[in-house]
């Protein structure tokens, strides 16, 4: 064989390898067996940055999960919201407004079965009706599916991620401008969902293979 030729077979083969690694990823199927639409409640949550703390006692969160089946190595599962009142910021009533998309990385069998993804945030600090912070970036979470028959689906959020803080135009972002901020460990649960079978205990995550 040709020394021409055998380069022909090997771009041939080195084709085929990376059109079956292609197909074998897009084999990967995920699905939501449970509810569509749910809302759930934040507990206590801090953000830091530059020494300074702003304390949140609680949050309210909206979420959409998207159509599936859906195939492909990571999912856009779910797009809401969140919004945390009643915080304190260097003495000043103080919401965050957020809009969110959780994308599902690895699923793990289990009794729960769990998730694990990233949220990808974009939040506003109000005081006074005025954005006086943005803050955007990725955290890092672990979904437990809910069981039944009265165990509602949970995200518990890990340390970790990548958020920015900058300032807002209606005045100086106290977490700082161009600075990281962290978040203290968090946990959103359902506590209503619609959209699904009964009992309404949120979304109900699997992935194949």
Partial sequence: MSRSMRICVLLVSLTSLVGLASSAAEAVTWSNSGDTAFTATGGARTF??????????????????????????????????????????????????CAYTDTALFWAAGSPATTT???????????????????????????????????????????????????????TCLLGNGDPVTFSEYTETVNSAAGGPTPHLGPIFTRMP
């Avoid at 979904?143 to 900058?166: D, E, H, Q």
Wanted: contains cysteine.
């Fill in 117 to 171: 993804g990233r949220r990808d945030i974009t939040c506003s600090a109000i005081q006074f009706n005025s954005k006086v912070c943005h803050l955007g970036g990725t955290l890092q979470w672990i979904y437990s599916n809910p069981v039944s028959p009265a165990t509602f689906g949970k995200l518990t959020f890990t340390p970790g991620g990548t958020v920015i803080a900058s300032n807002g135009p209606a005045g």
């Fill in 48 to 97: 830091s940055s530059t020494g300074l703390q702003l304390s949140c006692p609680s949050a309210s969160v909206t979420g959409t999960v998207a159509s599936s089946p859906f195939v492909g190595v990571t999912w856009a599962a779910v797009t809401g919201t969140e919004t945390y009142s009643g915080c304190s910021w260097g003495g000043v009533t103080t919401s965050i407004d």
